[in-house]
């Protein structure tokens, strides 16, 4: 599984007098992918401690075929219109893990 995984690291930063809404928006959709799309594995939104309207968010998709799907979930959809007028900026990285095989260690830890 672990050679076929999607992930990246979403680059964001929030307009002014808007972050606490967009921060609930982020959670919302985050923790809604994880619990109901088998193959969402993580979306983790984070805010950088020293410039709070940078966030980032590691996302970690089963295959193309998950991401894909992901994109087409209604509370995708609702986060994504629902907060584009938030985003200063956007930019989507691709990642490439160095030791994917250690993966399912590391959520297994927590």
């Known amino acids: 599984m672990t050679n076929e995984l999607i992930t990246r690291i979403a680059e964001i930063e929030v307009n002014e007098g808007y972050l606490e809404e967009y921060l609930a928006a982020a959670h919302n959709v985050g923790t809604k992918s994880v619990e109901i799309e088998p193959g969402v594995i993580c979306i983790f939104p984070m805010q950088v401690k020293d410039s709070p309207n940078t966030i980032r968010i590691l996302e970690i998709y089963r295959n193309d075929e998950a991401y894909r799907a992901h994109l087409q979930t209604p509370h995708f959809l609702e ?24 993966m399912p260690l590391i959520f297994k830890k927590y």
């Open 79 to 102: 986060y994504k219109q629902g907060t584009l007028h938030m985003v200063k900026s956007l930019q989507l990285v691709a990642m490439e893990p160095l030791a994917p095989e250690a």
